[in-house]
């Protein structure tokens, strides 16, 4: 009898008219979730590809070709700058009143003389020779071979005056300008000069400030989940800790910055725009996001393992450091390298302790005045210079690319050290 | 019943010499309590050495509790109290003379699903003895995972894969590998919390026989749901009903003549 009304009730028009719709709507959600993650995929090839189309052109960079005569009396006087001017005029034959000549100097990254002497300095027997050297161009003329300063503009509203173009045409007409990778992108500091400018100082302050951030904010995070999680009483002052702990995730990283100004700075007195005080700083934005990643990791640890362990007679710390904390370990490394990912990516702390200086050395210690490099984007996006909008999507490119490697890494490691149970 | 006639230096330390069937541990009206809610109301029990003790009862009636009690595993419980007196050999386990992992050293314990450590089936045994340094050197500990691995009837089966991963085990060898890894620390008293429950009848079989065997070295507490494996392997066995202990007889007497009328309306299927 109720096998009938059962075999009659799912095979009446009713409810297959039912199931169509459950089948309906199950296509309209996939339909959905295929158009959100197309959605975020178009916006992110269309970051990139903006990125990247503006940027590519900043690991290029335009070389002008003089053949120097090292005369002995100038090299002594250290004038490599007449040097270079006097081969430039020769090379050009409209170099022939002082007002073109004037406008020629322009050509040259002001960087060029130094180039020479440090080669001259690295070999002094090329003194009272002739010498073929590539000299960097000044950012315009380099704009300019890159089609960025067009011709067809009236000269009033031209960076590059028709002086300077003839000169360039003619320099391109004999084959003395060229175009090679910019190698000072990656091994200089940052620079007034796009031409002379690199991102270097910007990675090396990055990596102080991380390695200090590391050392800080790994152990404490990681001792503070598995004691929060594995010893502590469950009482009403863990509950209160817990909260401060997700609430302190949740801080403005600028919040971080002013308290690292009050406290290490003003409290502390420790140097300003140093690494130190960077990674301090990164370090307290940091560690409650390694705090709350690690603990959930150990909650995900089966309690058996726990319990096997301890019927063994382990002690409570044994448990933890054999068996708990090996099995939470490729949940803690993710958490803390995207923990890591995000302080590299910060800035906003680190305009309040002064690393958003402008400083041309390569950063040697903790103590040195740094910046880093999502500070160093920051400044470029600032300048006036068209050179350092290109360089501004290159230095993002680097940043991306630590990025990318940080959290490749995170995802290599937790498939590494994944086990089953 | 048959008498034990053998009894193995082994599992001779501080033993009382009262009878044939020693008293291992002893229950004092002991109470429980999670939180406000009373989980045993007032057990008494004795649990004599060599021998198989059954606990039984209805899901909820507190015979795990009991058993978490004999080597202290509550005390990682949050909130939970326990009053009155366990004594193993005559002294108070929550005495100030005995340490819980010193305790849990001499009262293993195997659980209701298997739980291996995710490592090498070796390692799995070594574990123990490792941390209490019972073997002093290479040769000491391959000798005791052997041992341990023959007595759990699972040496034929993984001599050859010691070093491959201990979950990579069928359920029933990944609990003769725990029962192997209880008695590689020589314990006294081996309890097991429904040990068959996740497990086939042959593989329930295979363990049935072991508990058997392990009776001659180890005195054992066995808490389950399977009448006709009490029945099977115990020797004495008791009722547990509501947090009360109804009835604690021997096994035969329990499955045959027993006095309680819960007692009777349980092991008939009744209710439970």
Redesign the interface.
Known sequence: MSVAVTKSRYQSEEFSARLRRRYAAERRFRIAGMVAVGIASLMLVVLLGSIISKGYTAFWQAQIRLEVTLDKQQVEERNYTALLRQALYAQVPTATDRATRRSLNDLLSSGAPYELEAKVNANPSLVGTTQTVWVRADDEIDQFMKGFIRRDVPESERRLNDVKIAAIDALVANGSIRSTFNTTLFTAGDSREPEQAGILGAVVGSALTLVVTMLLSVPIGIAAAVYLEEFA??NRWTDLIEVNINNLAAVPSIIFGLLGLAVFLGFFGLPRSAPLVGGLVMALMTLPVIIIASRVALKAV?P????????????PL?TVT??VLP?ALPGILTGTIIGMARALGETAPLLMIGMVAFIVDIPGGLTDSATAIPVQIYMWADSPERAFTERTSAAIMILLAFLILMNGLAVFLRKKFE??? | MSVQTHIPATAMPSRPAAGIHGTKMVARDVKVFYGAKQALKGINLEIQENRVMALIGPSGCGKSTFLRCLNRMNDTIENCRVEGLIALDGEDVYGKNIDAVQLRARVGMVFQKPNPFPKSIYDNIAYGPRIHGIASHRDEMDEIVQTSLKRAGLWNEVKDRLREPGTGLSGGQQQRLCIARAIAVSPEVILMDEPCSALDPIATAHIEELIDELRENYTIVIVTHNMQQAARVSQKTAFFHLGDMVECDDTEEIFTNPRDERTQGYITGRYG
């Open positions: 009483p469950k089966p058996s393992i726990r319990e096997a362990a301890l019927g063994v007679g382990a002690s044994q054999h068996h099995l086990r089953r149970w």
